[in-house]
């Protein structure tokens, strides 16, 4: 696909809400702390989609650019303080595509060897794309800020999308009793993982918490809508109990918080990326994560169609029209 080995194709977008260009340029090279990865899945998330459109300002990733926070891909060169990783390895992360440093949408990218872990092993590249933002989301939220603990009852607002399902099938892993909220379509999958669904719009939060705690609340509620759904978070919760979002940008009333003496955490899954602090960690995650995987207690959801580098804008397209049906990744090369 590459005409040479100083060039590699590249999808641009350069204008809001333009169209990717497909276009040939530079190949980078591995800097100090660097690996290049020849990408072979790139994943795509709502952020590239607002990004794209010039309405996610805290992204700090002016255009023209190359857009994709995901890959999964193979090493093809480290520079000469990585010890970590070697030619040849199969690899995933979140490593680009925010903060001007250049994404997935391409090729090849050099990127830091932090963010990175081995792929698991039973999943092909496309499905390993998938995973990293909204696993690292969802493991920031449960495990480093909620301590979700064996027995606690969680209940995930949207356990069906990118981040629920992902938080859904990490909470379950770690023993909790788990609820999810979610359209009455979505129902299935969220029994298939595990969780007990409600149908937010057919039952009335102060039905569902009598329901399935007595009334007293869940111990924990992670929130993936924000809004008027941070703000049903806070009435959920039980006393003493945690709740945490991913997209927690509103001004909320936190009385009926802090009426129960209940706690508050934020998740920006963006800030090592944009501020260089706790890359590592990302790395980490991902690894711990791949363990789950391979024992099969996290399975990524793949809408069924595939995009080719050369149809970015229609795989964008799959995302704002809300006609995914899982997450949506872009095939790069030689992607299974």
């Known amino acids: 696909m590459t005409s040479n080995t100083q060039t590699m194709k590249a999808a641009l977008v350069e204008t809001n809400g333009g169209d990717f260009r497909l276009a040939e340029i530079a190949r980078p090279a591995p800097a100090k702390g660097e690996v290049l990865v020849r990408i072979h899945a790139s994943g795509v998330n709502p952020l590239d989609t607002k990004i794209r459109a010039g309405a996610a300002a805290h992204a700090r990733h002016p255009l023209p650019a190359i857009l994709g926070l995901d890959l999964a891909g193979v090493v093809e060169a480290v520079a000469p303080d990585v010890t970590t990783f070697h030619p040849g390895d199969e690899v995933y992360g979140m490593t680009g595509g925010v903060?001007?440093?250049?994404?997935?949408?391409?090729?090849?990218?050099?990127?830091?060897?932090?963010?990175?872990?081995?792929?698991?092993?039973?999943?092909?590249?496309?499905?390993?794309?998938?995973?990293?933002?909204?696993?690292?989301?969802?493991?920031?939220?449960?495990?480093?800020?909620?301590?979700?603990?064996?027995?606690?009852?969680?209940?995930?607002?949207?356990?069906?999308?990118?981040?629920?399902?992902?938080?859904?099938?990490?909470?379950?892993?770690?023993?909790?009793?788990?609820?999810?909220?979610?359209?009455?379509?979505?129902?299935?999958?969220?029994?298939?993982?595990?969780?007990?669904?409600?149908?937010?719009?057919?039952?009335?939060?102060?039905?569902?918490?009598?329901?399935?705690?007595?009334?007293?609340?869940?111990?924990?509620?992670?929130?993936?809508?924000?809004?008027?759904?941070?703000?049903?978070?806070?009435?959920?919760?039980?006393?003493?109990?945690?709740?945490?979002?991913?997209?927690?940008?509103?001004?909320?009333?936190?009385?009926?918080?802090?009426?129960?003496?209940?706690?508050?955490?934020?998740?920006?899954?963006?800030?090592?990326l944009l501020n260089g602090i706790g890359r590592a960690h990302h790395g980490e995650i991902l690894r711990d994560a791949a363990a789950l995987v391979e024992a099969g207690k996290l399975v990524p959801r793949l809408d069924p169609r595939t995009f080719a580098i050369d149809a970015v804008t229609e795989a964008h397209t799959a995302i704002v029209d809300r006609s995914a049906a899982g997450k949506i990744v872009v095939s790069i090369a030689g992607a299974a």
């Open 99 to 272: 903060g001007g440093i250049q994404g997935t949408l391409a090729e090849f990218a050099s990127v830091d060897a932090r963010l990175l872990a081995i792929k698991p092993g039973n999943l092909t590249m496309r499905e390993a794309a998938a995973l990293p933002l909204v696993t690292i989301t969802a493991w920031e939220g449960l495990v480093d800020r909620a301590h979700v603990r064996p027995g606690q009852t969680l209940l995930v607002q949207g356990g069906g999308g990118g981040v629920g399902h992902v938080a859904v099938q990490i909470g379950a892993a770690l023993g909790a009793r788990v609820f999810a909220t979610d359209s009455v379509g979505k129902a299935d999958f969220i029994r298939s993982m595990g969780a007990t669904p409600i149908d937010y719009a057919a039952e009335p939060l102060e039905d569902y918490v009598a329901r399935h705690t007595g009334g007293e609340g869940f111990d924990l509620v992670y929130d993936t809508g924000g809004g008027a759904v941070l703000d049903a978070s806070f009435q959920a919760v039980k006393r003493f109990g945690h709740v945490v979002s991913c997209l927690g940008w509103g001004t909320h009333a936190l009385a009926p918080l802090s009426f129960k003496a209940g706690t508050y955490s934020g998740v920006f899954t963006l800030a090592p």
